[in-house]
């Protein structure tokens, strides 16, 4: 079965500095997806970026970039000159091809520090 | 982009009611809506998967008698929540798949059940 993990509970940054969270996943298919949610204290998630398995080059939405390594099962979401808006619980999630479910990863809580 | 709305955003109930709840794309049709629960400071937990005209696929450990789901049309998915016990106070969220295979997701529900 196809799980999700993020091994960082809470991650701090101080505002204008770049942080890194970490996601690994374990599948035995080629073709998903991959996506990186904010769910910030409204509670309203939020997409952040998402990934296509088959892509190689790593998305990019502004401030947000993803490191996707496919051999390594990793994708990590990089969060450059941070603001106090970043705060929020972010959740990573895979999906297959051929299936719409999400499967979720336990999320990483991220404080920015003014 | 892909708007999802859920009303109501908080609701307080006597235990024994019923209590519905509604999950909307304002933008898009929704072929696939699917329902979580979430608890605090966790993750979200998928409920059950719908499907417009058809019937809900439903989690093991979900009673589909007393989490009823009906999508009758491709913007509007409802989750009714039937003689509602304390046990079933949560924040139960709504996605919507678009077109191009991402979920977007509703606001949330703050249930309370007394």
């Known amino acids: 079965a196809q799980t999700v993990t993020q091994s960082q509970p809470e991650m701090s940054v101080q505002e204008a500095e770049t942080v890194t969270l970490s996601c690994t996943y374990d599948?035995?298919?080629?073709?998903?997806?991959l996506f990186w949610y904010k769910q910030p204290p409204s509670r309203q998630m939020i997409l952040v970026i998402r990934q296509e398995a088959y892509k190689q080059q790593n998305a990019t939405e502004n401030r947000f970039s993803v490191n996707f390594q496919k051999a390594a099962k990793s994708f990590s979401l990089k969060i450059s000159d941070s603001q106090l808006g970043d705060a929020a619980m972010y959740f990573c999630?895979?999906?297959?091809?051929?299936?719409?479910?999400?499967?979720w990863g336990a999320g990483t809580k991220l404080i920015i520090k003014p | 982009g892909a708007v999802v709305s859920q009303h109501p955003s908080r609701v307080i109930c006597k235990s024994g009611t019923s209590v519905k709840i509604e999950c909307r794309s304002l933008?898009?049709?929704?072929?696939?809506m699917f329902w979580y629960r979430q608890f605090p400071k966790k993750s979200l937990m998928l409920m059950a998967t719908?499907?417009?005209?058809?019937?809900?696929?439903?989690e093991q450990g979900v009673e589909k008698d007393k989490f009823l789901i009906n999508h009758a049309s491709l913007t509007l998915s409802t989750l009714t929540v039937t003689s509602a016990h304390p046990e079933d106070s949560s924040f139960y969220i709504c996605s919507a798949r678009a077109s191009e295979e991402t979920q977007y997701f509703g606001p949330g529900t703050r249930l309370l059940v007394l």
């Open positions: 599948t035995s298919e080629s073709d998903y997806y």
């Open positions: 933008d898009f049709q929704a072929t696939t």
């Open positions: 999630a895979y999906r297959e091809d051929s299936n719409y479910q999400l499967i």
């Open positions: 719908s499907n417009e005209g058809s019937k809900a696929t439903y």
